[in-house]
């Protein structure tokens, strides 16, 4: 696995080392042994899939609250999206910054989200799926979100927002205070 480092520190976009030969490829997408070298969250209790059947589907931005901050390991299996990340660390020399990075089934590359980060995403295509691996599980009374379309952040989407839930579109816009109630 290559793991390149964002700029926002300890969010990698981690690309498989494809293995090629007559009947195809081979590659690693996870190792605890690669994940804990550069001292990332190993341990993953919880996987998940969202199918989204439109493109322009916004997911998003949520994260989790102490003490079920989690780490997420996200890849996209079939279409592709437009994956975003926002630090949520005020201690950061990026906090409140965000990162895109566009994953897909073609290129085949991860994103690995460090816990105290905000994510969403936004379909580039119709039935794409993503993969998620998590370090803790979901925690009901510490789910958060804000808007995706928060002026704070000015999160630059490439599609129009086709699909959104109601839950989404609900959020209010981030308070400073990231560890709110």
């Known amino acids: 696995m290559i793991f390149t480092e964002t700029a926002l520190k300890g969010a990698f976009i981690?690309?498989?080392?494809?293995?090629?030969?007559?009947?195809?490829?081979?590659?690693?997408?996870?190792?605890?042994?690669?994940?804990?070298?550069?001292?990332?969250?190993?341990?993953?209790?919880?996987?998940n899939v969202s199918f989204n059947t439109t493109k322009g589907t916004l997911r998003g931005m949520h994260y989790q609250v102490a003490p079920h901050e989690e780490a997420k390991l996200v890849r996209c299996t079939m279409g592709s999206i437009y994956d975003v990340i926002v630090d949520l660390r005020p201690e950061s020399a990026t906090y409140m910054q965000y990162i895109a990075v566009i994953l897909s089934a073609t290129n085949r590359r991860a994103l690995y989200i460090p816990e105290r980060f905000?994510?969403?995403?936004?379909?580039?295509?119709?039935?794409?799926?993503?993969?998620?691996?998590?370090?803790?599980?979901?925690?009901?009374?510490?789910?958060?979100?804000?808007?995706?379309?928060?002026?704070?952040?000015?999160?630059?989407?490439?599609?129009?927002?086709?699909?959104?839930?109601?839950?989404?579109?609900?959020?209010?816009?981030?308070?400073?205070d990231p560890i709110r109630a």
């Open 118 to 176: 905000a994510h969403g995403f936004q379909t580039l295509e119709d039935n794409t799926e993503v993969f998620y691996q998590m370090s803790e599980f979901y925690a009901p009374e510490c789910a958060r979100g804000f808007r995706w379309d928060d002026p704070a952040f000015s999160i630059q989407w490439p599609e129009n927002v086709r699909v959104i839930s109601q839950k989404d579109r609900a959020y209010p816009n981030f308070m400073r």
């Open 14 to 47: 981690i690309d498989p080392e494809i293995k090629e030969d007559e009947r195809g490829f081979f590659a690693r997408t996870w190792c605890q042994k690669e994940f804990e070298l550069r001292g990332l969250t190993t341990r993953l209790v919880q996987c």
